[in-house]
């Protein structure tokens, strides 16, 4: 069956410093969505992207998505502590959720 | 802003027991979800409705499971018979289009059972 993975599974990082997480899946995806999840709380939408090699910014965060549409990357430049969270990918059916990855901010 | 609203926040039950988990997704959303989270893990797909019916499940949806739309609004999530490994923050979601677009989450139900 499908799997989506995600690398580092977990990262803590100084504030400021920058983190990236990736995610991969076994097979070709129609799209990828990111979702942040934080502690104590309910996954919350962040970003779909939809074509091939595909590259969107919201602020701090820059979203790519692979040319072969099997893997995506999240990367946050000059973290904050607001970004303390668990971030997973999925694919468009939703169906898998990466393994996520659970950031550490040190203040 | 429209959200979608799930009760209990939590449920203590006996192993064995039946367990009912509800959920109102957002009015204008045609595409309903359950998903589980252990403490700590990853979300895993449970179930997906549309249209009054069953669209996808998960092998972790078996014969214990099962899901209602009893009427307009509500989207409810049946457990028989729960077993210890059932304790889980379970999350329901919903959303306007199929397959793409933004998946709303509710706060979730965290079950715990003794």
């Known amino acids: 069956g499908q799997q989506v993975m995600q690398i580092p599974q977990y990262q803590h990082v100084q504030e400021g410093e920058d983190f990236t997480t990736y995610c991969n899946s076994s097979t070709t995806l129609s799209n990828i969505q990111w979702y942040k999840q934080r502690p104590g709380g309910h996954p919350v939408f962040l970003i779909q992207?939809?074509?091939?090699?595909e590259v969107k910014k919201q602020k701090r965060l820059t979203f790519q998505f692979g040319e072969a549409k099997k893997n995506s990357s999240l990367h946050i430049t000059a973290t904050q502590t607001t970004d303390v969270g668990t971030y997973f990918c999925?694919?468009?059916?939703?169906?898998?959720f990466g393994t996520g990855t659970r950031l550490t901010v040190i203040p | 802003e429209p959200e979608v609203t799930q009760t209990p926040s939590h449920q203590v039950t006996q192993m064995g027991q039946e367990v009912i988990l509800r959920c109102v997704p957002i009015?204008?959303?045609?595409?309903f979800y359950w998903y589980r989270q252990i403490l700590g893990q990853k979300v895993e797909f449970l179930v997906s409705f549309y249209n009054n019916e069953i669209s996808e499940k998960s092998e972790i949806f078996d014969d214990q499971f099962s899901v209602e739309r009893p009427d307009g609004s509500n989207f409810t999530l049946k457990i028989r018979s729960t077993k210890l490994e059932d304790s889980a923050m379970y999350f329901c979601?919903?959303?306007?289009?199929?397959?793409?677009?933004?998946?709303?989450f509710g706060e979730g139900s965290r079950l715990t059972v003794l």
């Open positions: 979601a919903s959303r306007r289009l199929q397959n793409t677009g933004e998946l709303f």
């Open positions: 009015s204008n959303h045609l595409y």
């Open positions: 992207l939809v074509k091939s090699g």
């Open positions: 999925t694919g468009a059916n939703n169906l898998f």
